[in-house]
């Protein structure tokens, strides 16, 4: 808003939250986003896609949508472009965005969510890790709007907090250092496939093996069935966090089961996924080499920390009571917009309007991400091809790190590097980023010439390269070529589809 504050705009259906999920019908060139979508995966559960940001990154979604293969970009695209056209119903037209994402989005992950923007139709002006987010609004939320008591006006200067992000398809551990008008990101790590669902799917579990047991029958077989106790768990989980035991049935094939589960049976069915995200927790502050005396506080993000287990479980390893104040479902979306506001300010004049006072203030408000993973290279070391990291993981960003390589064969004019992010010692078993194309050398170069390749980690996550020719002094093309990622092409083709749907 124009005094610098963050307000959550509610979708045509008069709610805050819009769930991403995604129906298409392509006879109808129709498709329904978020609890419309939902509520149709139970009875067209070959048309809906959910939980579409664990494969962005993949060339494909994991599943069939209407008998077709689509792009993990394409259907995210089709959720944001839902979210710009109720958000156009309510403040007018917008055309760029700050999109968030888990803090261990890799290279080929975020430049697919940046992608995603483009074909929604927006332009995507940056990209900011999830915990940045939600520490961006707890830090502001007191001081809110800007304009009556400064911005981060901490107390004793200085607050260390811990950041635990438990969404519904995904988990990560931030810790940030926050000082006046500085947020410093110091060691972050994460799961792409871990949140919320994972809990369902233990009571999904839980319900097909108590069925088979009586009826010597498997619910799971039949795909309908299968979405329609993913949809029964979700809803019984969420009661599992206010109630200590909750009814289940579960009808198929004629057959009939009545069960009830308890908060301490449920507790148990999903210990271990409550003990990886302790065990990251862990990691990370000793990552960032602190002991938990030296962490002032434990915010909660995502849905998912509702659970009580969740809360116990980092009381008991923290010391600390979390602090749940803001609503875990929308803190990362505020943080955001908070993020749009300092970037509006440093702009000056742009399309977000601010006042004089509330621009004075945020734009010296500085955010330091650091990077999830170690870059790399590809490197033969005897007859083993090794990961030769440049920049060692949770380095702040941005940062740039060279390295040498000499071209095999005389008159050779280009150099091929494949760039790996990961921690790994072996090379594949790190993540293909993509390789690095240096091409426009020089025709009479000798064997073993020396070329300077510069690998680069920007403010957000993203990844660049350049390349010198040694011999010459002088600059060579360099692009990094991606596997899996969309062309200029493709984007358009995407785009173009989705513009034809209607979305509801």
């Known amino acids: 808003q124009q005094d610098g504050s963050a307000r959550t705009i509610a979708n045509l259906d008069g709610e805050p939250l819009t769930p991403s999920a995604v129906y298409l019908d392509l006879s109808t060139n129709t498709a329904l986003v978020g609890r419309a979508a939902c509520e149709a995966a139970t009875a067209e559960a070959d048309k809906v896609a959910m939980f579409v940001k664990r494969d962005m990154g993949k060339p494909f979604y994991s599943q069939l ?28 037209p917008t055309h760029r965005a700050v999109i968030t994402v888990p803090a261990f989005f890799d290279d080929t992950r975020r430049k697919a969510t940046q992608d995603a923007g483009r074909i929604a139709g927006l332009d995507v002006i940056d990209i900011i890790n999830e915990p940045t987010a939600a520490a961006l609004a707890y830090a502001l939320v007191d001081r809110q709007p800007a304009t009556d008591q400064g911005v981060l006006d901490l107390p004793g200067g200085t607050l260390t907090a811990l950041v635990y992000d438990l969404g519904g398809g995904t988990f990560d551990v931030t810790v940030v250092r926050l000082h006046s008008r500085r947020f410093e990101t110091l060691a972050t790590d994460g799961a792409v496939k871990l949140g919320g669902k994972d809990w369902d799917d233990k009571i999904v579990e839980y319900v097909a093996r108590e069925f088979q047991r009586q009826h010597g029958l498997n619910p799971l077989d039949d795909p309908q069935r299968r979405v329609a106790i993913h949809v029964e768990a979700e809803k019984k989980k969420r009661l599992l966090s206010k109630l200590p035991k909750v009814p289940i049935e579960c009808f198929h094939a004629g057959r009939s089961l009545k069960l009830e589960l308890t908060r301490s049976q ?33 915010l909660l993000v995502g849905g998912s920390t509702r659970m009580p287990m969740v809360k116990e479980m980092l009381r008991q390893a923290t010391g600390k009571v979390p602090d749940d104040s803001l609503d875990a479902d929308q803190v990362v979306a505020r943080g955001a917009a908070l993020h749009a506001g300092i970037l509006a300010a440093r702009e000056g004049e742009g399309e977000l309007e601010l006042e004089e006072e509330a621009r004075d203030k945020l734009r010296d408000v500085e955010v330091l991400n650091v990077n999830a993973y170690s870059l790399g290279v590809e490197a033969a070391r005897g007859d083993r091809m090794v990961n030769a990291i440049l920049i060692n993981k949770n380095t702040q960003l941005p940062y740039a790190a060279s390295r040498i390589f000499r071209i095999r064969h005389a008159g050779a004019t280009s150099v091929r590097v494949k760039v790996l992010e990961g921690e790994a010692p072996s090379a594949e078993d790190n993540i293909l980023i993509g390789e690095c194309q240096i091409t426009g050398l020089p025709p009479n170069l000798p064997a073993k010439s020396p070329v300077q390749v510069r690998l680069s980690y920007s403010e957000n996550g993203r990844i660049s390269v350049m390349a010198l020719d040694m011999t010459a002094g002088r600059l060579a093309q360099a692009e990094i070529r991606r596997e ?9 083709r995407e785009c173009a589809f989705v513009q034809n749907l209607r979305i509801e």
């Open 65 to 92: 949508v209407c008998g077709r293969r689509m792009r993990p970009e394409t259907l995210s695209a089709i959720i944001l472009r839902k979210l710009k056209q109720d958000a156009e119903k309510r403040i007018g």
């Open 266 to 298: 449920f507790e148990e069915l999903s210990r271990d996924l409550l003990a990886q995200t302790q065990m990251v927790t862990q990691l990370v502050v000793q990552q960032a080499k602190l002991g938990w005396h030296q962490i002032d506080r434990v």
């Open 484 to 492: 899996h990622g969309m062309t200029e092409e493709d984007i358009r």
